[in-house]
Every structure is written in structure tokens, then in C-alpha cells.
């Protein structure tokens, strides 16, 4: 079964100061790692795929890497209008292909102080 | 595009009442997810349709629980009867590319007494 462990649970920061959130997953064979931003009240929003170990992507503060265990999420001098639920997924390859399903860890909240 | 639509925004009912909840998908996205979102258990997919057609539903808690997607822009999750432990956000998402991500709606806030 899939399994996806996202650290730590909460962080806080102040402003401006860099920190990194962790994903740990366990997949039969990755189809692609995901990371969304969720506010509250509202729907995950999309920020990154990442498909082999290696790859970095990056947006705004946000820099995204994968090896063949875990991802992090490296915010670099965050600002408080990133504080926000950061979740974490795997999708697996599937017989045929056809497996699309997302499996996603807890999150992690992270609140940055001004 | 207006999104992913999901309403009502929030619903509560009473235990043993059926229950309806609504999506409408992006135009053009061939790909429709229903999710669950609990403090306990994160979010849990519980059934995705592709072309309309059902692909997996081994999510689906137990046959209280039923979906449809009678075509292309609309789908509907089902609770009927509702029990207090199906008290959840119900998030609808769409993709045309799964493989590249979805689109989550703003979610359905349901609350059983």
C-alpha cells in the first residue's frame, strides 16, 4: 500500500527565515510526486510534480526536490501570506497505466510570522 | 474558466437523511475525482470516472455511499442514509492530464447530527 509521512507536523517561522518541509513516501513504483498549497476553507491548489529522483523545480520562494525516498519543500525567506497547509502525494504506476489516484500525507501547516 | 463548481458550499442534516453533493468539472477535463477530507485521516480519495465512466471506487466506504456521472460536465456523490461519522469536507477534482495534477474545487463542508 502507499504510504505517504509529511514533517513536521506544524512549523512556525518568522519572516525571512528559510526552513524545509519533509515528504517520506513508500510507493510500489512512482508515477509522480505532488506537492499543493491549501488555505483554509478552501481546495488544494496544484504547485509542483516531480517524476525522477533528482529533479528540482522551483516557484517564487519555493524550491522542490525528490530523491528515490523522500521530497522536500525548501522555502526560501518566506513571507506571511505563505503561511498555509503544504500536502504532499504520490501517484503509482498502475496495471495498464490506468491507475490515476492521488495518495497524500497529513500535511504540514506552516504559519509565518511578520 | 470558472474551476472546478461544488455546492452546496455547506450542508447539515440530520442522521438517516440522504444527502447530495454536486460537481462540475472543467470543461474538457476527461477525469473527475471525489475526495474526503478528515483531521484524522488526511485526504482520502473515494472514487475516480473517466470519460463518465467509473474506474475505481474501492474508496467508497460502504454502500451507503454512491456516485454518478451521467455526462461530462456533472457528477454527483450520494450519502443516503448519513451517519455522524461521514461529517467530512467533500472535495470534487478534475484533470485532463492526471499524470501532470488536478484541480480541486472549494469543497463541500458536511456536518451530520
Known amino acids: 500500500e502507499d504510504q505517504v509521512t509529511q514533517s513536521p507536523e506544524a512549523l512556525r517561522l518568522q519572516e525571512g527565515e528559510s526552513s524545509s518541509l519533509n515528504c517520506s513516501y513508500t510507493?510500489?513504483?512512482?508515477?509522480?510526486l505532488f506537492w499543493y498549497r491549501q488555505d483554509p476553507g478552501k481546495g488544494p491548489e496544484f504547485l509542483f510534480t516531480l517524476y525522477s529522483a533528482g529533479e528540482e523545480k522551483e516557484k517564487e520562494r519555493l524550491k522542490a526536490t525528490l530523491t528515490k525516498k523522500e521530497s522536500f519543500l525548501h522555502i526560501t525567506a518566506p513571507k506571511p501570506e505563505d503561511s498555509a497547509t503544504y500536502l504532499c502525494a504520490v501517484q503509482a504506476t498502475g496495471s495498464g497505466g490506468s491507475n490515476y489516484k492521488l495518495t497524500f500525507g497529513k500535511g504540514t501547516l506552516l504559519t509565518v510570522n511578520p | 474558466d470558472a474551476g472546478v463548481i461544488q455546492s452546496p458550499r455547506h450542508e447539515v442534516t440530520e442522521m438517516g437523511q440522504e444527502v447530495t453533493l454536486r460537481c462540475k468539472p472543467i470543461s474538457g477535463h476527461d477525469y473527475l475525482f471525489w475526495y474526503r477530507q478528515t483531521m484524522m485521516r488526511g485526504l482520502e480519495l473515494l472514487i475516480y470516472?473517466?470519460?463518465?465512466?467509473?474506474?475505481?471506487d474501492s474508496g467508497m466506504p460502504e454502500d451507503r455511499f454512491s456516485a454518478k456521472m451521467p455526462n461530462a460536465s456533472f457528477s454527483t456523490l450520494k450519502i443516503q442514509p448519513s451517519e455522524p461519522r461521514d461529517s467530512a469536507v467533500y472535495f470534487c477534482?478534475?484533470?485532463?492530464?492526471?499524470?501532470?495534477?488536478?484541480?480541486f474545487g472549494s469543497g463541500t463542508r458536511l456536518t451530520v447530527v
Open positions: 477534482a478534475s484533470s485532463l492530464v492526471p499524470g501532470l495534477g488536478y484541480t
Open positions: 470516472f473517466n470519460n463518465n465512466v467509473p474506474i475505481d
Open positions: 510507493v510500489s513504483g512512482l508515477r509522480g
